[in-house]
């Protein structure tokens, strides 16, 4: 099997260039391991992977291997935060700003929900995937 990819190159998030955090030449975010700059009390730290990191280059190792990098950074930003602001967890965090989270268990009543044979357009089918989020979220039981 062959694939190809073209590649793309990425744009500016609003205020990223401005801020000096993006190269436009390259279609690169500016980054140290991931990390792309210091954490902010509006925004927290920012990362980046992938094509976003290093340009439209590699193939789907090279972007695991690139995340991988990016998660040990985020890793040890975690470890050596100061202890007062590890008190709010993830979960608490996104409760507050109203986020509708799926966890592993709500995930698993999707996955049941969409490889219901009623669901199926032909029974060679595996699954017939939900197509809004309203849909996956009354599927999850959130």
Known sequence: MALVSIGYKGVALCGMQEEGLFDPERGVVKHVGGKVDEATACRGGLYTAGWLKRGPSGIIGTNIMDA???????????????????????????????????????????????????????????????????????????
């Open 68 to 142: 991988k990098d990016t998660v040990i950074t985020i890793l040890k930003d975690l470890e050596n935060q100061p202890v007062g602001q590890k008190e709010e967890t993830i979960d608490k965090l996104l409760e507050k700003r109203g986020i509708n989270v799926v966890s592993w268990s709500d995930y698993e009543n999707i996955d049941t929900a969409e490889t219901r044979s009623e669901r199926k357009r032909t029974e060679m089918q595996p699954r017939e995937k939900f197509t809004t989020f309203d849909e996956l979220l009354v599927a999850a039981g959130v």
